[in-house]
């Protein structure tokens, strides 16, 4: 009878020359010729124009890189325990993931050059350094597949406090437990920058400051400068808008 060790050793050497997936169990078919931004619209079902609330696997194809991952995810059980999402959901998204990262996981230039083809007319560069280091949970210059598939469970599936955690924490850029006005500050100046100047109607010059203005009028409780994780949820939950906006992504996959 095998050992634990030398069964794991087998499904890494059958994942490594390409017979065996170990998320979705199937072996890989021919490579996607889609450009980056086609296949990053894969990996992002809600961000296609007509997608349904289910996704389906039939136009969804695999790559025939594997033999260069150096990087495998967990097993799919697991995953399916740590997200909100189905196995059926884990493994579109997952081959997904390998059609753009098939090294099994993304760095910041990487992740900044597929934002910027959202934003051809503006400089996305500085937002997608903030959004990347919140999908790095593990802050070591690269996002897993696990990394990207929990935070994207919490953006589409998580509870409302859960969605408004993750959205402090990318706001919060040292970790402190507090955003303060330069933080607020640069983050505002990355979303304007992101936008660029042919937005309609256009943007006044000081549109940023006004908001990080208003920002801390709302949320700043005490008056002290900084906001807490306790005065941002507070308010939050409070303002009715912000609470329809926490389910626009609802049932988009």
């Not at 099994?104 to 230039?109: D, F, L």
């Given at each position: 009878m095998k050992s634990r060790s030398q069964d794991q050793s087998l499904s890494d050497s059958r994942e490594l020359d390409r017979s065996y997936d170990p998320l979705t169990g199937n072996p890989p078919s021919k490579p996607n010729e889609k450009t980056i931004k086609q296949r990053f619209l894969k990996l992002l079902p809600c961000c296609r124009s007509g997608s349904s609330s289910s996704i389906t696997q039939s136009n969804?194809?695999?790559d025939d890189e594997l033999s260069t991952v150096r990087y495998r995810p967990e097993r799919i059980d697991r995953l399916v325990q740590q997200t909100n999402f189905t196995k059926k959901e884990l493994q579109v998204l997952y081959r997904g993931f390998k059609n753009e990262c098939p090294s099994?996981?993304?760095?910041?230039?990487t992740f900044k050059s597929i934002y910027s083809q959202f934003f051809p007319h503006g400089d996305s560069s500085m937002y997608a350094h903030f959004l990347f280091e919140a999908f790095d949970t593990h802050n070591n210059g690269?996002?897993?597949f696990e990394d990207f598939i929990v935070s994207l469970s919490i953006i589409l599936r998580g509870s409302i406090t859960d969605k408004l955690n993750w959205a402090f924490n990318l706001y919060d850029f040292n970790k402190d437990g507090c955003i303060t006005r330069e933080e607020m500050t640069d983050i505002m100046g990355s979303i304007y920058d992101m936008m660029g100047k042919y937005t309609y109607p256009c943007m006044k010059e000081n549109a940023s400051k006004e908001h990080v203005d208003n920002f801390?009028?709302?949320?700043d409780k005490n008056k002290d400068g900084v906001v807490t994780i306790e005065e941002f949820l507070d308010t939050c939950q409070k303002d009715e808008s912000i609470m329809q906006s926490m389910h626009m992504f609802d049932n988009v996959i």
């Open positions: 969804i194809s695999d099994g996981v993304v760095n910041e230039e690269s996002v897993s801390f009028q709302k949320m």
